[in-house]
């Protein structure tokens, strides 16, 4: 750990640690064990293990001292092995994509209230597009306004009775401003972001869905605001839609 950054939390920094050696060791270990190798206090590593073994994170064996993973990784494992999936099958498509376009296309996924961009191909080089983070607030995304239009409706109503963050002008935080353009969205399964994260900044986003309907991930396609306009919105959102039927056809 770098001792000089702020911004880690010691317990959660000791946390990963002592899951990163109980990931290396072959055979369970004891708290002594982990106290000696990682030159923690016992009291520390035991609350540690005690406390993500109340969210399976970790196991202790029956009728023993020793720990090992848990069985609730394996979940998470497997969600990580999908998104790789998902990527996998997509660059190809993506690339071509933005090559064709000149338009930086990505593909994310809904994660915990936000959306994380999982992967990117590069079209026509922006300043706008490269401050783009990988974490988004779902009201002021385009990838964000898909998965909030098939939120229920209980769900949304609590998520614009937040405190949310206004971007810029065009950002959307009011409930009946959003239910009006959710009819939009569903009718043509796709949403924009006008400028709502970012001035001179536009996307546009599709879902991909599995066999079920159920949204697995979303492409988009962002840019500048005025450059997308003149090479067309029709042609983007048409190439658009072309990619996201390839990926989708990629994962039956």
């Not at 073994?53 to 494992?77: A, N, P, S, W």
């Not at 206004?166 to 924009?192: H, Q």
């Amino acid at each position: 750990m770098n001792e000089t950054d702020t911004n880690i939390i010691r317990m959660v920094d000791r946390a990963c640690i002592i899951l990163k050696c109980l990931y290396e060791n072959k055979d369970s270990t004891s708290i002594s064990a982990l106290s000696k190798d990682l030159e923690l206090p016992k009291a520390n590593v035991f609350r540690i293990l005690y406390t993500m073994q109340q969210h399976g994170v970790v196991e202790k064996e029956m009728d023993t001292d020793l720990y090992r993973l848990g069985k609730e990784l394996i979940k998470y494992g497997e969600k990580v092995n999908y998104d790789n999936n998902i990527v996998e099958l997509s660059k190809h498509h993506m690339r071509n994509t933005a090559q064709k376009i000149g338009e930086t296309i990505n593909i994310g996924i809904e994660h915990d209230g936000s959306i994380i961009t999982l992967h990117s191909e590069e079209g026509e080089k922006s300043v706008l597009v490269s401050r783009l983070i990988p974490v988004a607030e779902l009201h002021c995304s385009s990838m964000g306004k898909l998965i909030l239009s098939e939120m229920n409706e209980a769900k949304r109503q609590r998520y614009f009775s937040q405190e949310l963050n206004k971007r810029t002008v065009n950002t959307i935080i009011d409930y009946a401003m959003f239910e009006e353009e959710r009819v939009k969205i569903l009718t043509e399964d796709m949403s924009f972001d006008r400028e709502e994260y970012d001035y001179g900044l536009s996307c546009i986003a599709t879902p991909v869905r599995d066999s079920s309907e159920r949204i697995v991930a979303m492409l988009s396609v962002s840019g500048p605001t005025t450059r997308l306009e003149f090479k067309g919105l029709k042609y983007i959102i048409d190439e658009l839609k072309k990619l996201t039927k390839l990926v989708e056809n990629e994962m039956i």
